[in-house]
């Protein structure tokens, strides 16, 4: 072949290829690295190649559009109803009209966050961003099992600022977004001094909804791979266990709760919150959830009379307290405080346990992200025999009498 047609060939070849170099090139054009912000906007390109979905979750969802997500927040417990709009830094946000009207907006992803309640904290030590914390509710030296959030609030000497206390620090801090915890006066008077707040409670779901909380706080990241990632094995283990536990012919009877009201009441959990999925989930039977005791509404929880439960459960085979922290760690020790505890067998018996075990509050630092770690030790208390010689993580037992 003469050079003269080897040239014809090689212009032939490069033109008859150049078009699909170019359609290559373009594809990878339109491909956006969702951490980097959009330099040059194309409402036809999807700015969010990596995407979750709720399964469990049932007080939050997300849908996703172009270059923003739309998260719509609607609580059980709380009766809290907003919608957060996150756009993609660089791309316009969107017009806050129609189904989108009131909606606050946020552009992500976030670069600083406060935490205040400390119910996401191992969402965040598993997301890698414990660098973006500017301020938290509450900080100890006995959070081993979030090392990177406790080294850098330490290193950062990070401001804490509970629940009631002064804004001032949190609108210094400049936060992107503030997540919180408690009631509409606490959230509306934050909001009223400009601080960016978004309300979430993992522990008002179910035990595997708490654990999407990881999901909730990577919409605002856009780390919904690594997301999907953590949640995935969690989900695992504990579809595996619950099924296992729920298997057996024997579900013991379960007393949730604690002595309230200088022992006129008796506080318990409402059957769609974390503790109660996770006793029903463990192969336990709720004795006040198969009652027909009429209770009244109480913050985080229902309250019943306490003659009717002492009737009803004083014979529960096992006790799980709510107690916060309690200072007793004996049934000697609850006794001399209340001796009204004493009506119920489980703690005489050394079968009553709280949150606060060896872990101490990380029980809340992590448990609600973990609740496969958390079911393990349900199941190890109430079917013993599933997970034998294992020592609970999480729940304290209170020796008996």
Known sequence: MSRKHLLVLFVCVLFCLLPGMLSVSAQEGATHNSQNCVENY??????????????????????YFNHYKVITVDTQVSNVHEVYVLFQCGSPMPELTGDLEGAIPFEVPIQRLWEGGGGTYAAIEALGVADTLVGVTYIDAGMRYVPSIYSHAVASNLPQVN?????EPIVAAQ??????????????????VGIPVVHYDPFSESPLGSAEQIKFLALFYNLEARANAVFEPIEARYLALRDLAQAQTEQPTVLLGNIVGEGTGFRSREPERLESYLVRDAGGTL???????????AFIGIDYDLESVIAL???????????YTPAETSAAEFIAVDPLNENFSALPNGNMFHRFGPRGED??????????????????????????????MFLQRVPGL
Request: without cysteine; aromatic residues 16%.
């Open 163 to 167: 629940y009631g206390e002064s804004n």
């Open 42 to 63: 194309d409402p036809a390109v999807n700015y969010f190649p990596d995407q979750i979905e709720t399964e469990y979750a049932v007080e939050w969802e997300v849908a």
């Open 175 to 192: 936060p992107d977004l503030y997540l919180q915890y408690e009631g509409d006066e606490d959230r509306l008077g934050k909001r009223d």
């Open 287 to 297: 004795i006040l959830e198969s009652s027909d005791l009429p209770f009244e509404k």
């Open 363 to 392: 029980y809340f630092a992590t448990g609600g992200l973990y609740v496969d770690l958390v079911l393990r030790d349900l199941v190890s208390i109430l079917h013993p025999e599933l997970i034998p010689d294992y020592q609970p």
């Open 313 to 323: 459960a004083s014979e529960a085979e096992f006790w799980f307290g709510m107690h």
